[in-house]
């Protein structure tokens, strides 16, 4: 059975930074583009960044590039994202999922992810 679980959200002021983790099973994270959603109450979910299952193709949002980190640990079977200089509207509900398979194309469409975990919540403060 494939299983997500997200970690490590929390309260961290403006500026400071953070890291959340996804725990897999069921799948391997190396066999897979793995992504990073999140969603603020009343808006739509939205794409934050994914890696291909070798790394080959990599994504984010613009408004994270160059404050937010993807990697894999393929030993842990794990995905994560690394958040510095976090702003108030980084706040939201930060979910991983699974897309496509063996594959480095474009995926920064919700629809094209089959899989998500349950969501681990993040909230800056100003």
């Known amino acids: 059975q494939v299983q997500l679980v997200e970690s490590g959200g929390g309260l961290v002021q403006a500026g400071g930074s953070l890291s959340v983790s996804c725990a897999a099973s069921?799948?391997?994270?190396?066999?897979?583009?793995m992504g990073w959603f999140r969603q603020a109450p009343g808006k739509e979910r939205e794409f934050v960044a994914s890696?291909?299952?070798?790394?080959?193709?990599?994504y984010y949002a613009e408004s994270v590039k160059g404050r937010f980190t993807i990697s894999r640990d393929n030993a842990k079977n794990t995905l994560y994202l690394r958040m510095n200089s976090l702003r108030p509207e980084d706040t939201g509900k930060y979910y991983c999922?699974?897309?496509?398979?063996?594959?480095?194309?474009?995926?920064?469409?919700?629809?094209?992810?089959?899989?998500w975990g349950q969501g681990t919540q993040v909230t800056v403060s100003s």
């Open positions: 069921g799948l391997r994270v190396n066999m897979y583009t």
């Open positions: 999922a699974r897309g496509p398979s063996l594959s480095n194309g474009d995926y920064r469409l919700t629809t094209m992810y089959n899989y």
């Open positions: 890696i291909s299952w070798n790394g080959g193709t990599i």
